[in-house]
């Protein structure tokens, strides 16, 4: 991502409404802050690890170099399953993270990133932005000592790569795929065999021990990664994750220690970052697929049959969740609420339009 000097001068950055802010004078007394990142992605994952990087940049422009924050990627100063708890305390003062990370910790979390059946990329900043996402989610975040803000999303997810295909839902009866948390108890619900993540996946798929793995979920990072080499059935969509929203975590005692005009700063960024994101995916998504099918993958839709048994199964885990958790059946009901009137928009607005573009432009691999 490029990173850009608006956040001096004439604006800070793109808001969630549209509106441009503009750059607040500091004091010449302004205080100096330098804090630390910790990041659930790897450097190989680009996107998300170089987009806390680029908010750190558009930080440090902003404040005249008075606010520094410096990014380590998972592993350095913590695992991708470390962030929360790093931050909650205090070991880094800001963390990035995907929060259906934690699960375990509260299966809540997971509307702050991704669901079965949830909301597209768009849909999702509605809900967030103008719709109650974020003050559920901030509420959520709040027992946990952390102000939470969206910090990118990957758009579409794809299915994952299977060595055989799928034509109905009895191809899943006992299907050995890598898979774990919320999506391996869904897919156990439709007969699968989910697997722990193994070391070296392409050769547990070469040895049989795995018949499908998820990959990295995107085309760019797919291909980045490279496709199994025997398993080249690649199928879509990732009905489990409608768009995977990341998020910037940030300790509740070290953003209040923050002065006003430094608050007003992050949040543009991770505004205008979040944006980026999104923008930088779409992009290289369609130049990824066009390479990986050129390299052999095959597409493939999965059959209804398939989206109906995982629909069931989602709407099981919701149902029961929901009773069990005041706060969590208080998020899912407004998410899902929010799905309804925004799919029925969508269906209107942009879905005929879509259809037609694509029974109309025939895609090129090459």
């Known amino acids: 991502m490029q990173r850009r000097s608006f956040l001096k001068g004439a604006g800070l950055g793109a808001a969630a409404g549209g509106a441009v802010l503009a750059a607040p004078t500091l004091a010449a007394d302004s205080p100096s802050f330098k804090w630390r990142l910790a990041s659930a992605f790897t450097e190989q994952q680009n996107v998300l690890y170089g987009a ?3 908010f750190a940049q558009y930080v440090s422009d902003a404040t005249d170099g008075r606010f520094v924050i410096q990014p380590a990627p998972a592993g350095e100063n913590a695992p ?23 699960e375990s910790v509260n299966p809540a979390f997971c509307f702050d990133a991704a669901v079965p059946f949830g909301l597209t990329t ?24 952390i102000v939470n803000f969206p910090l990118g999303n990957t758009g579409a997810r794809m299915g994952g790569w299977y060595k055989n295909e799928i034509r109905s839902i009895e191809a899943f009866k006992g299907l050995k795929i890598q898979a774990q948390g919320l999506l391996g108890t869904l897919l156990a619900a439709m007969g699968a065999a989910p697997q722990a993540p193994a070391a070296d996946a392409q050769a547990a798929l070469a ?32 009905w489990w994750a409608g768009s995977t929203q990341a998020s910037l975590y940030i300790g509740a005692k070290a953003w209040g220690s923050l002065p006003k005009t430094y608050q007003t700063i992050v949040k543009a960024a991770s505004c205008a970052v979040h944006l980026d994101v ?24 999965f059959p209804r049959s398939v989206l109906d048994a995982a629909w069931d199964a989602a709407a099981a885990w919701y149902a029961d969740r929901s009773g069990k958790d005041p706060k969590f059946k208080a998020i899912h009901d407004s998410y899902m609420a929010s799905r309804g009137d925004l799919v029925s928009w969508f269906k209107v607005g942009e879905g005929a339009y879509e ?12």
Do not use: C, I
């Not at 991708?80 to 934690?102: C, F």
């Not at 999104?278 to 290289?284: H, I």
């Not at 998504?285 to 095959?298: D, K, M, S, T």
């Not at 259809?355 to 090459?366: A, G, H, I, N």
């Open 52 to 54: 806390a990087g680029v």
């Open 80 to 102: 991708a399953s470390g962030v929360l708890e790093t931050v909650q305390k205090g070991q880094a003062e800001m963390g990035h993270a995907v929060s259906s990370l934690y």
């Open 122 to 145: 768009r849909q999702m900043n509605a809900w967030m932005f103008e719709g109650d996402g974020l003050s559920l989610t901030r509420d959520l975040f709040r027992d946990h000592g």
């Open 207 to 238: 040895a049989g021990a795995l018949d499908a793995v998820l990959g990295a979920g995107t085309p760019y990072d797919d291909d980045k990664q490279g496709a199994p080499k025997s398993a080249n059935f690649y199928y879509y969509p990732g």
């Open 278 to 301: 999104t923008a930088r995916y779409d992009a290289r998504n369609a130049v990824a697929l066009r390479r990986l099918v050129a390299g052999g993958a095959q597409l493939r839709a």
């Open 355 to 366: 259809q037609y573009l694509s029974s109309t432009l025939v895609f090129k691999p090459s």
